[in-house]
């Protein structure tokens, strides 16, 4: 039977428990500034973010979807 890189034994797995329980990483009480913007914000935003179009299509009538199609169709296609 061969074993894959990945497969630990038991003492292997028993040893990163304990390494872990004796020095626990520590928790960063304030998150560093990436441009100017805190990591949390950004994640809370793009998570908003991916629903929003959902949700707008959903209140949308078929009549401004399709006029909304038209105007992107013609924007990209350069026919104003």
């Not at 626990?24 to 560093?32: C, G, S, Y």
């Amino acid at each position: 039977m061969t074993r894959k890189k990945k497969d630990h034994d038991f003492a292997v797995n028993a040893f990163r428990v304990v390494q872990e329980a004796i020095d626990p990483k520590p928790l960063d009480p304030e998150p560093e500034l990436i441009d100017g913007k805190n990591p949390y914000a950004v994640i809370l935003g793009r998570r908003g973010g991916l629903k929003g179009g959902k949700a707008r299509a959903e209140k949308l009538t078929p009549e401004q979807r399709k006029e909304i199609a038209k105007k992107a169709a013609a924007k990209r296609w350069g026919k104003e």
